[in-house]
């Protein structure tokens, strides 16, 4: 069942994203050791492989909508 284990992912990357979004003491928590951070929140132990995987798909969906967020504001000058 990979399938299902990968929406599972995602899912979770969308949890935290939120929760750093929200949450300020999460947010600086995640900055400083964003492994921890992320193990907070599932609330398992898994291999620091995964975890850093998960930490690798957090901060490229925390960039890619704060560039989302400044290509509109770009597109509103025009």
Same mark, same amino acid.
């Given at each position: 069942? &990979? @399938?299902?284990? +990968?929406? +599972?992912?995602? =899912? !979770?990357? /969308?949890? %935290?994203?939120? $929760?750093?979004?929200?949450? !300020?003491? *999460?947010?600086? !928590? *995640? &900055?400083?050791?964003?492994? &921890?951070? #992320? /193990?907070?929140?599932? @609330? #398992?132990?898994?291999? +620091?492989? $995964? %975890? =850093?995987s998960l930490v690798d798909g957090i901060k490229a969906k925390l960039t890619? +909508? $704060?560039?989302?967020?400044?290509?509109? $504001?770009? !597109?509103?000058? *025009?």
């Open positions: 069942m &990979k @399938g299902g284990n +990968d929406m +599972d992912i995602k =899912e !979770k990357i /969308e949890e %935290i994203v939120a $929760k750093v979004r929200n949450d !300020k003491d *999460f947010a600086a !928590k *995640f &900055k400083d050791d964003p492994v &921890k951070a #992320v /193990e907070s929140v599932l @609330g #398992v132990d898994l291999p +620091d492989d $995964k %975890i =850093e890619a +909508d $704060k560039a989302g967020g400044l290509v509109d $504001k770009i !597109k509103g000058l *025009f």
